[in-house]
């Protein structure tokens, strides 16, 4: 297991290895508002459906057989679920980052949030890593840094891809340069009815 720190923005140390950024316990969720953007994407649940199935095609045709899919939390959960189904892997996990935290708005650096990923369990497998999106490239670059470091053969796939990441993702189903509007993430959270 990977240790948690009981503290926020706790820097490179024990129990936090260089380069794999800032563990902090877990922070209040936000909703990104993209209905003032005219340059913006929208992914139906149908066309949601569609990709993930493509892209669970384009991951079988490779001949590459994850053992294990990871979710990166919380956008890669969804389209984790749908693979999960797609190919027929049952076991999941995810792993909890934060960096966007607005439309366009980010933290300095991604950071890994609590509770963290079970490590002992995906030693030397073939992971399968999933995003909804790769923007800059520096959440999966993380991650998948992080994932290798535990001696696991990874492939990342993602919905979409833009062309402004450090990292190429294995596989994707569409390439954008837009803001995406996810089906899961249109909509404020729920408040307490009056």
């Known amino acids: 297991m990977i240790p948690r720190q009981s503290r926020y923005n706790r820097p490179n140390g024990p129990g936090n290895p260089e380069g794999t950024g800032y563990y902090v316990p877990m922070t209040t969720a936000y909703h990104a508002d993209s209905s003032q953007l005219e340059d913006k994407e ?66 300095p650096d991604p950071i890994l949030l609590a509770p963290m990923l079970d490590t002992d369990s995906i030693r030397g497998r073939k992971l399968l890593l999933v995003d909804d999106v790769v923007d800059s490239g520096r959440t999966l670059a993380l991650v998948l840094k992080l994932l290798r470091g535990f001696g696991a053969d990874v492939r990342s796939a993602v919905i979409y891809s833009k062309p402004t990441t450090i990292v190429q993702p294995d596989f994707v189903w569409k390439h954008t340069d837009n803001w995406i509007v996810f089906p899961w993430s249109a909509q404020p959270p729920v408040n307490p009815a009056a």
């Open 42 to 107: 929208i992914l139906t649940w149908e066309g949601f459906g569609e990709g993930t199935r493509q892209l669970a095609q384009r991951i079988t045709d490779s001949g590459f057989e994850p053992e294990v899919i990871i979710a990166v939390a919380r956008g890669g959960m969804i389209p984790a679920g749908a693979l999960t189904y797609a190919l027929g892997v049952k076991l999941t996990d995810a792993i909890n980052v934060e960096f966007y935290t607005d439309v366009a708005e980010t933290l």
